[in-house]
């Protein structure tokens, strides 16, 4: 709805620009008595509409580099650009979902959904007048998650899994370009964690924006990536680049392939214990 539009005549361009870049990007933190590097040198891009995950081993950098992404902890080495613009204060157009999903327990799910349109720019100047239609988004992002009967009920009545998916309606509900994911599902049975990936992926088709996963679960990065990178320890670099080129919608039944087990153990390969 609110997404910028472009005429036809630089669409061929756009299409082609990359969304955000990774320009030799370096982490460093406080440690002791010095700086200790934790990234040493990223470059990347990410294309409008594509699914990337980050894979490796504890502690080399993943959510620090999704942080620098969303723009809360901005990039102090090398450049992040998103829209060919460097990324120095918090996004917009970014959507957030952690392993943990913190949702207000006195709001009930409908209310935490729309939270994000009463205090995200520019939907929270006119959410009172529109909010008859804002709430209808939130309705259908909750139907296609299948918790149409539970919008009015507060999170502590809702299980784990179903915690986790009003979360991503609230990731999804200001319509962002990206959306970054911080091992969403890491704290779920195996069961709903599969269930969610099919769910996921509906959700990402649909709102055809920029998915950056984190997660430790290399199946879970071969059903929902286009690409994922395998980062080396610390000090870190993209160790191992996998293009995953398998038809979507992906379906639980292909996880069973050959080809399906053959990309997973390709990553398998490349990672390296800390
Ligand atoms: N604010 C901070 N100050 C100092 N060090 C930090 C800070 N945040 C993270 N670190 C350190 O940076 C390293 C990378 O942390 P980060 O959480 O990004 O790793 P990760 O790859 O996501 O780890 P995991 O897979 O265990 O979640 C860790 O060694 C951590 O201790």
Redesign the pocket.
């Known amino acids: 709805m609110l997404k910028p539009q472009i005429s036809s005549a630089t669409e061929t361009v756009a299409a082609s620009m990359p969304l955000l870049e990774f320009d030799r990007i370096g982490l460093e933190?406080?440690?002791e008595e010095s700086m200790?590097t934790?990234v040493q040198e990223i470059t990347l891009s990410v294309q409008p509409g594509e699914f990337v995950t980050f894979v490796?081993?504890?502690?080399?950098?993943?959510?620090?580099?999704l942080r620098m992404v969303s723009g809360l902890s901005p990039t102090k080495i090398g450049e992040l650009r998103c829209h060919n613009q460097p990324v120095t204060r918090p996004l917009k157009n970014v959507g957030i979902a952690f392993q943990n999903p913190v949702l207000m327990p006195w709001r009930r799910t409908i209310d935490n959904v729309l939270l994000p349109l009463e205090i995200v720019s520019p939907y929270k100047r006119d959410f009172k007048t529109n909010r008859p239609h804002y709430l209808e988004m939130a309705q259908k992002l909750l139907k296609a998650v299948g918790l149409n009967d539970f919008q009015q009920q507060f999170p502590w009545q809702l299980s784990g899994g179903m915690r986790q998916r009003a979360s991503l309606c609230r990731a999804l509900i200001h319509q962002p370009e990206i959306l970054l994911l911080d091992?969403p599902f890491g704290a779920l049975d195996a069961f709903t964690r599969e269930e969610m990936w099919v769910m996921l992926q509906n959700l990402w088709m649909e709102a055809k924006c920029v998915g950056m996963l984190?997660t430790?679960d290399l199946r879970e990065a071969v059903f929902l990536s286009d690409t994922v990178y395998v980062?080396s320890p610390?000090p870190s670099e993209i160790a191992f680049k996998l293009k995953i080129d398998l038809p979507r919608p992906r379906t639980l039944e292909m996880c069973l392939s050959d080809e399906f087990a053959h990309l997973a153990a390709e990553l398998r390969r490349h990672i390296h214990k800390s």
């Open positions: 933190y406080p440690f200790r934790i490796g081993p504890s502690g080399c950098g993943k959510t620090s580099i091992e984190i430790h980062m610390r």
